[in-house]
């Protein structure tokens, strides 16, 4: 990722990265909203979210569905919905594939699970929404991306203008 995206990052995030990520979508304001970070950090920490959600907009209204309950309400849904049980299962098994193929065979620690590390559940509509912003593959993701709506922000959450007029950042633009 360049410096900028990673500035840009770091300020949606509130803190410093802790591994070298990509931005795996961005807004219609050329932000990033979802980073793809590796299944083991810098210092060897398992990190199980393979898609990572920056986009401030998105974390609080997502944030708002899951203390609702939305958790709740989709994990019964996936026990009524055969259909949508497929759906996600299949996306679980692609998503341990793929973290398979990327993972280092001499990582310390190594990860599991599925999407945000859940084996039996969906955990976190945060990990599912990034998933489904860069791949296009999960069914949960989609459901909150319908919950919530688009990318419908009328302001960039950072300030790019004030970004290259600090001089701490000057010299990356």
Known sequence: MDNKDSKIVEIQIGRNLRSDVSVSCKCHFNLPVSIKVPPNLDDGTPFPTTYWLTCPMYNKKIGTL??????????????????????????????????????????KYKSSGGVGGATESIKCLHSHTADELSTGLNPIGKIVLESVGYFNCEQPCVDIAEMKNNPEWKMIW
């Open 66 to 107: 899951e203390s609702h309950g939305m958790i709740n309400e989709l994990d019964n849904e996936l026990m009524k919905n055969f259909d949508l049980k497929k759906e996600w299962q299949s996306r679980q098994d692609s998503y341990k594939d793929e973290r398979d193929t990327i993972q280092e065979p001499e990582a």
